[in-house]
């Protein structure tokens, strides 16, 4: 068998991957990263493909610019179930075209000197003493098998998790993923028969009936071409999303032309805080496969490059100081839940409520503003549910059709504050961690009892 040896090992070239080696491929660290895909495909999956522009400033990652950059977003417009209420959110994003922006991370990272095989899978891992060293891989190019030995091994499998699946229990970061915390979804790209009114606003349509625990969307990329879609809660014996899809796509896209498919497919979205931690001996975890996305609205390309960030960062640390420990890597938690993790985890619990509506009280709510365009905006760029007194004074006496809705929602505000205050208490040194996790899970427990 091929031996060789390196200092990182990237498995998979996603939105995490490439960024995590788009990232590293300025210092002098030796890198391998690897995916299973041919080149030409990395980062084709399905996907609604909208990103806000804020995370390309915030990480420091390139604008997506001509091929890559389909249609520049200036806003998202959220519709009731009955369509009567529209809210608009302003705010600047990207519908990208994933494949030719992930495999320009992926070429310029290349070219900084960042080795890249494709057609290669990771098929185990390699660990000794309790820690991850590195991986067996095979290679469908050249049909051989190596054995990668690297000081640090990085999983960004996405949602197929398909490295740490298959670590030894002990380790905390093989945490697996309820199908009751997972969208099903599914989408298609398509030309439009006419023009499309308002391209540069995403669409989101709230409906229990035709997405239960979920949304359709219609993203368009461009004025004559959109991205249309929908999630369906998994774990709920619901009937395939085909199904869904197929019953009600001329209802949400009137304007699609059938006959001018681009691309079809579907894959699963976690809807979940964070993995308890990113990293531990020798391993980090990113993107999907780290439970990245946002648990409200599903989006989780901007958080796999957070996470990349968060990791990219931590591993640089550990060579300072040569500590490829849990301890050592530890600043990867502390980056990613101050930047997005604390906010993931009260948003977990909002998503179980909203889950919980019916379309008569979401339009009820969205109508009478019991909650308001403001406070979802908070809730989604903080994880922060207000309702200021005096607002709550009054919309009691709005409410009165449904003071229980109300209610509700005053007890989810006060767990999302509940669960973000543990977030800020994340422990410094991994020997606790198993006390933290089990104090976040024991408060999400009492929550969903709340909610019955
Ligand atoms: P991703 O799955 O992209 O990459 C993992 C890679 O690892 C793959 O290339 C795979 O081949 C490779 N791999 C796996 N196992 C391997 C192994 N053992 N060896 C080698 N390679 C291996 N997000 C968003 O921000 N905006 C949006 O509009 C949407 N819309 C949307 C719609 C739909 C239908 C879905 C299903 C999802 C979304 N999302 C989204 C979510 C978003 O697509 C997702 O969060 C990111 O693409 C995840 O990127 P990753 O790099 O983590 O995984
Ligand atoms: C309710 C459960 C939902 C489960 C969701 C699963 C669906 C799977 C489908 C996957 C499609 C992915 C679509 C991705 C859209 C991306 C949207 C986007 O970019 O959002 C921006 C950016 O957010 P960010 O967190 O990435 O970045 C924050 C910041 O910029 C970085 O610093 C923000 O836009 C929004 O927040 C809009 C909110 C959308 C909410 C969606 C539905 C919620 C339903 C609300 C109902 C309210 C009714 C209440 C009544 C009481």
Same mark, same amino acid.
């Given at each position: 068998?091929?031996?060789? /040896? @390196?200092?990182?090992?990237?498995?998979?070239?996603? =939105? *995490?991957?490439?960024?995590?080696?788009?990232?590293?491929?300025?210092?002098?660290?030796?890198?391998? *990263?690897?995916?299973? &895909?041919?080149?030409?495909?990395?980062?084709?999956?399905?996907?609604?493909?909208?990103?806000?522009?804020?995370?390309?400033?915030?990480?420091?990652?390139? +604008?997506?610019?001509?091929?890559?950059?389909? /249609?520049?977003?200036?806003?998202?417009?959220?519709?009731?179930?009955?369509?009567?209420?529209?809210?608009?959110?302003?705010?600047?994003?990207?519908?990208?075209?994933?494949?030719? @922006?992930?495999?320009r991370l992926a070429n310029e990272a290349n070219k900084r000197g960042v080795e890249i095989l494709d057609l290669t899978t990771a098929m185990k891992p390699i660990v000794n003493n309790g820690k991850v060293e590195g991986a067996i891989l095979f290679n469908r190019r050249t049909n051989e098998?190596? !054995?990668?030995?690297?000081?640090?091994?990085?999983?960004?499998?996405?949602?197929?998790?398909?490295?740490?699946?298959?670590?030894?229990?002990?380790?905390?970061?093989?945490?697996?993923?309820?199908?009751?915390?997972?969208?099903?979804? @599914?989408?298609?790209?398509?030309?439009?028969?006419?023009?499309?009114?308002?391209?540069?606003?995403?669409?989101?349509?709230?409906?229990?009936?035709?997405?239960?625990?979920? @949304?359709?969307?219609?993203?368009?990329?461009?004025?004559?071409?959109?991205?249309?879609?929908?999630?369906?809660?998994?774990?709920?014996?619901?009937?395939?999303?085909?199904?869904?899809?197929?019953? +009600?796509?001329?209802?949400?896209?009137?304007?699609?032309?059938?006959?001018?498919?681009?691309?079809?497919?579907?894959?699963? %979205?976690?809807?979940?805080?964070?993995?308890?931690?990113? #990293?531990?001996?020798?391993?980090?975890?990113?993107?999907?496969?780290?439970?990245?996305?946002?648990?409200?609205?599903?989006?989780? &390309?901007?958080?796999?490059?957070? $996470?990349?960030?968060?990791?990219?960062?931590?591993?640089?640390?550990?060579?300072?100081? !040569?500590?490829?420990?849990?301890?050592?890597?530890?600043?990867?938690?502390?980056?990613?839940?101050?930047?997005?993790?604390?906010?993931?985890? $009260?948003?977990?619990?909002?998503?179980?409520?909203?889950?919980?509506? $019916?379309?008569?009280?979401?339009?009820?709510? =969205?109508?009478?503003?019991?909650?308001?365009?403001?406070?979802?905006?908070?809730? $989604?760029?903080?994880?922060?549910?207000?309702?200021? #007194?005096?607002?709550? *004074?009054?919309?009691?006496?709005? *409410?009165?059709?449904?003071?229980?809705?109300?209610?509700?929602?005053?007890?989810?505000?006060? +767990?999302?504050?509940? %669960?973000?205050?543990? +977030? &800020?208490?994340?422990?410094?040194?991994?020997s606790n961690l198993i006390k933290w996790k089990n104090s976040v899970d024991s408060v999400i427990l009492e929550f969903n009892q709340v909610l019955q």
């Open positions: 068998m091929k031996k060789v /040896e @390196y200092d990182v090992l990237i498995i998979g070239l996603g =939105m *995490a991957g490439a960024s995590l080696a788009w990232k590293l491929s300025n210092t002098n660290l030796r890198i391998l *990263a690897i995916d299973s &895909k041919p080149w030409n495909r990395f980062g084709d999956k399905p996907c609604g493909d909208a990103i806000s522009k804020e995370h390309f400033d915030n990480l420091g990652m390139p +604008y997506p610019e001509g091929k890559e950059l389909e /249609e520049k977003v200036e806003g998202i417009k959220l519709y009731s179930p009955d369509m009567k209420t529209v809210w608009t959110v302003k705010g600047e994003g990207f519908e990208i075209d994933s494949p030719t @922006y992930i495999q098998t190596i !054995e990668v030995r690297s000081k640090i091994t990085v999983d960004a499998t996405g949602y197929s998790m398909s490295f740490r699946s298959k670590l030894p229990f002990e380790f905390p970061v093989t945490e697996t993923l309820d199908d009751k915390d997972a969208d099903i979804a @599914y989408r298609e790209v398509l030309y439009t028969k006419d023009e499309i009114e308002d391209y540069k606003y995403l669409r989101i349509f709230i409906t229990q009936k035709a997405s239960p625990g979920g @949304y359709w969307w219609y993203f368009p990329k461009g004025p004559n071409k959109t991205n249309v879609g929908l999630g369906i809660q998994g774990g709920m014996g619901y009937p395939s999303i085909h199904e869904f899809y197929n019953k +009600y796509v001329d209802y949400y896209a009137p304007d699609i032309d059938k006959n001018r498919l681009v691309v079809k497919g579907g894959a699963l %979205v976690p809807t979940r805080r964070p993995l308890a931690t990113i #990293v531990w001996d020798g391993i980090a975890v990113i993107g999907d496969s780290a439970f990245t996305v946002n648990p409200v609205h599903g989006g989780g &390309k901007g958080s796999a490059m957070i $996470s990349a960030f968060c990791v990219a960062k931590a591993i640089t640390n550990a060579f300072e100081i !040569e500590d490829f420990s849990a301890k050592g890597l530890w600043s990867a938690n502390e980056c990613y839940i101050e930047r997005y993790g604390a906010k993931q985890a $009260s948003l977990d619990l909002f998503r179980r409520f909203l889950q919980k509506l $019916s379309d008569d009280e979401i339009n009820y709510g =969205m109508a009478k503003r019991v909650i308001r365009e403001e406070d979802l905006l908070e809730a $989604s760029a903080n994880g922060d549910l207000q309702l200021s #007194v005096a607002e709550k *004074a009054m919309r009691v006496i709005m *409410a009165l059709g449904k003071p229980s809705l109300l209610f509700k929602l005053k007890t989810v505000a006060e +767990y999302m504050k509940r %669960v973000k205050e543990l +977030y &800020k208490n994340f422990p410094t040194d991994p």
